[in-house]
């Protein structure tokens, strides 16, 4: 019998206090997360739940150390993040981004970069069946993770560029010093992990928050239809899209080599 652990974050401000004044208010991250939670444990999963004050760096990292742990080949890990997404620029001079940008979580401390998420799902022994949904914006490939963007009159998701700028600078240093410890890490760690990403949106573009939901995860219920929904996670994500309009493109994004049989699950499958 595999076991299904999961994790949902949902922030509806950050500590201004990390964020030079900005606390980034946002209505319906802390829905999302118990929304998502409420789903998971329908399908099985223990769950667990981080709220605003609670979604700092620290307390995720240890939720996703401890399943790491428990975890085996045949087992499941959701994972799901609701709140501001941001970017950082890239000079690691490792060329392992693109468009030259780190994405993040702005987590309620500090931002989380993408490299620190698959460190923390590196952790996973082989053959646990990574899965992660993440409403913020430039959240394309967020894992490897991720403004133009939302409809108008959207909120979005995201940290404004003016703070970023200004954040940049003040943790420069620290940024430095935390991509070396990463870059060392995944040389000795080898391949990426075999994980599944379902995103609210391209890296270039912002999601939308909403009065109830956030724009994908509203979608995402939508399509899930209290678990009417039957087909793998592909047809999920196209689902999802139709939902969403045009300036919101949900990304589906794969890293490792998730088998086919994975792949083509039913969401939330234990």
Known sequence: MATGLSLHVGLNEVDPARYEGWAGTLVACENDAHDMARIARTAGFETTVLLTPDGTVSNITSVLGEAAGRLGAGDILLFTYSGHGGQVPDESGTDDEPDDLDETLVLYDRQFLDDEVQQAFRAFADGVRIVAFLDCCHSGSSIEIPGGGG?????????????????????????????????????????????????????????????????????????????????????????????????????????????RDFVNQRPFTV
């Open 151 to 259: 409809a108008d009159g959207d909120r979005g998701r995201y940290l404004p560029e003016p703070q970023q700028r200004q954040l940049y600078e003040r943790d420069r240093d620290f940024l430095d010093q935390l991509r070396r410890s990463l870059a060392e890490d995944a040389a000795a760690d080898g391949a990426a992990p075999d994980a599944l990403l379902v995103s609210a949106c391209q890296d270039n573009q912002t999601a939308a928050d909403g009065d109830v939901n956030g724009a994908f995860t509203a979608a995402l219920l939508e399509a899930w239809d209290e678990g009417a929904f039957r087909g793998g996670y592909r047809a999920f994500h196209r689902a999802i899209q139709r939902r969403l309009p045009p300036t919101q493109s949900p990304n589906l994004y794969l890293t490792g080599s998730p088998g």
